[in-house]
Nanobody
Framework: QVQLVESGGGLVQAGGSLRLSCAASGRTFSSYAMGWFRQAPGKEREFVSC????????IYTDSVKGRFTISRDNAKNTVYLQMNSLKPEDTAVYYC?????????????????WGQGTQVTVSS
């Protein structure tokens, strides 16, 4: 069992930055690939980024490439999402998720555990 708790969300002006953190419980964090998803009001949840268990492989959705960076610290059981040059369209609830197995994956159904989410609001 893995429990995930996101933090770091908030209100920021367009062009600003936020760093989301996702703290995981459990001793097997390093064996999970981790992902970030988001859901805007009235829209379906969408993939944002993911990272393999060692951090050697990362994937980003096109709309955040060059602006967002995912990373992980297995010693701290934490995964991060550094978000720069934020845009109003980045406004959403951001969720982190853990996928059993090592490979980074964009597929939400492959994630076994989900956090409660953290709100990110970008004002224009």
């Amino acid at each position: 069992q893995v429990q995930l708790v996101e933090s770091g969300g908030g209100l920021v002006q367009a062009g600003g930055s936020l760093r989301l953190s996702c703290a995981a419980s459990g001793r097997t964090f390093s064996s999970y690939a981790m992902g970030w998803f988001r859901q805007a009001p009235g829209k379906e949840r969408e993939f944002v980024s993911c990272i393999s268990w060692r951090g050697g492989s990362t994937i980003y959705t096109d709309s955040v490439k060059g602006r967002f960076t995912i990373s992980r610290d297995n010693a701290k059981n934490t995964v991060y999402l550094q978000m720069n040059s934020l845009k109003p369209e980045d406004t959403a609830v951001y969720y982190c998720a853990a996928s059993r197995g090592s490979g980074a994956t964009m597929t939400s159904s492959r994630y076994n555990y989900w956090g409660q989410g953290t709100q990110v609001t970008v004002s224009s």
